[in-house]
């Protein structure tokens, strides 16, 4: 069963973080909404956080991870946020269950095909040689030499933790990722469709959903809508909290 925090009372809403990230990513904006009414349920996917780590890592099964959650915690109607991987997930499950999701909520990220890009980030993290006991600003320096950007490395650093005294670890499963990698980008399957509302919301200076994507959008979400959030990139959330916040209560509420 996925690891989760569950905070507030009133109608679920489910949060399904992108690829390294964690549920802790969300953890202030998910308060905001439990303000505002909902019962949030904060969530770590398979080989991230403090789920547990398996061989099989594609949106098939992460989509039946979150069907065996909704069941186990009897949820039948829920609203459902993805960002990034989590985005595809929730596509995914929203399309092979639509019955359990009311309204469906995708930051940053489109059904297709993208293909590999985090080939730095990896090659930064798979540099980090725990065996010689590092400290955090030793692990930082050394993903340094490969990602610049710093709102990046401290993404990544969220997944560190003690393993033991003295020893740090990643909470992600990294040897899977590298094996894996390619799940990551793959499409959805086109005759998947969702007919409920739908909210696709991009940043303004992200490449992820661009205008001749729409079309392909609407075939397999004909009910859905587009919100663009400026001068923010993938990381629209955390870049703009304010404002994805009331974008996403006004379609929810």
């Given at each position: ?11 679920p ?7 390294l ?5 969300w ?21 991230h956080g ?5 061989e099989?890592f ?14 186990n ?7 459902l946020?993805?960002h990034?991987?989590?985005g ?6 929203a399309?092979?269950y ?5 309204k469906l ?17 990896l ?18 320096e ?7 950007d ?5 993404f990544l ?15 992600f ?13 793959k499409?959805?399957?086109?005759e998947?469709?969702?007919e409920?509302?739908?909210?696709f ?8 959903i661009l205008d001749?994507?729409?079309p392909?959008?609407?075939r ?11 001068n ?11 404002l994805f916040l ?8």
């Open positions: 069963m996925l690891y989760s925090k569950i905070e507030g009372e009133g109608k809403l489910i949060i399904l973080h992108g690829f990230g964690m549920l802790d990513n953890k202030s904006i998910g308060s905001k909404y439990v303000e505002n009414g909902f019962q949030v349920h904060l969530l770590d996917m398979r080989n403090r789920s547990f780590h398996s099989e594609n949106y098939r099964v992460m989509a039946n991870d979150i069907f065996e959650y909704c069941q915690h009897n949820l039948v109607k829920i609203d946020i993805g990034s991987m989590g595809k997930i929730a596509m995914l499950f399309s092979t639509p019955k359990l999701v009311d909520i995708i930051a940053d990220i489109g059904p297709k095909y993208y293909k590999p890009h985090h080939q730095d980030i090659a930064g993290l798979n540099a980090v040689d725990f065996s010689t006991k590092p400290d955090r600003s030793e692990v930082e050394v993903l340094a030499h490969y990602i610049p710093f709102g990046t490395r401290q650093m969220k997944s560190l933790f003690w393993r033991e005294q003295g020893q740090l670890a990643f909470r499963n990294l040897e899977v990722f590298n094996d894996k990698i390619e799940e990551v980008g499409e959805l399957p086109i998947k469709h969702f409920n509302p739908t909210l919301i991009r940043g303004g200076n992200s490449r992820y001749s994507d729409l392909d959008i609407k397999q979400f004909p009910n859905f809508e587009l919100k663009t959030i400026p923010v990139g993938h990381w629209l959330h955390a870049e703009n909290p304010e009331k974008i996403t209560l006004d379609f929810l509420v």
